[in-house]
Each structure stands twice: as C-alpha cells, then as structure tokens.
C-alpha cells in the first residue's frame, strides 16, 4: 500500500529556514504528482505547494510564493518543501500527498488520495 513519511520539522524562529522531506513507498512514485498541505490548530487543512510528475511545472499558494519551494527526487522516492524567511504563521502540521491519478500537473486542484502522518513545524517570533 501507499506510505508517506515525513520529516524535517521541527521548531524556528521567524525569518530562519527548514527542508521537509516525504519518502514515499508503494507506488511508481515517477508517475505521480505530489503535494504539500498544512494545518494549523483550529483551522482546516490548507493547500501550500504541487509539483507535477517529471518536475516540470509547480504551484504554490500565495501566502508561500518567492519563499518555498518545492522539488523531487524520482530516484529516491522523495519530495522536498524548502521552507525559508518563516513566518510565525506558517506554524502548522505539514501533510505530503500523493495525486490520485499518474501523469497529472503541479496543481492544487489535483484529487490528492494519500496522506502522510504529518511533521510539526513551529516558527516563534
């Protein structure tokens, strides 16, 4: 079956950096696009980064865009989310999810079907 680990959270001060990793398993990862989402106590899951199979095209959100950035290594199973200049309100849960169909775009309106357990990161100020 699909299994996504992440890791690489941890706790930051505002304006400092992180990399979030997502080792993936069970599946032709190559074929898939993946995605980063977080949650924030109290709030709903929201959509932060995509990368499209291959790596050739990606989206982010607005309140991320010009400080992360998201990328992947086909051979190691692997997608990355750098996280730099934080912002104590990027405090949340950060999920790495997997599209639910191959060959798709870098997209937050893919239909993401797997989830990670999720890796903490907390930015004080």
């Known amino acids: 079956q699909v299994q996504l680990v992440e890791s690489g959270g941890g706790l930051v001060q505002a304006g400092g950096s992180l990399r979030l990793s997502c080792a993936a398993s069970g599946l032709t990862f190559s074929m898939y696009a993946m995605g980063w989402f977080r949650q924030a106590p109290g709030k709903e899951r929201e959509f932060v980064a995509a990368?499209?199979?291959?790596?050739?095209?990606?989206d982010y959100a607005d309140s991320v865009k010009g400080r992360f950035t998201i990328s992947r290594d086909d051979a190691k199973k692997t997608v990355y989310l750098q996280m730099n200049s934080l912002k104590p309100e990027d405090t949340a849960v950060y999920y790495c999810?997997?599209?639910?169909?191959?060959w798709g775009p870098g997209s937050r309106r893919n239909e993401y079907e797997y989830y990670g357990q999720g890796t903490q990161v907390t930015v004080s100020s």
């Open positions: 990368i499209s199979w291959g790596g050739g095209n990606t």
């Open positions: 999810a997997v599209d639910g169909v191959p």
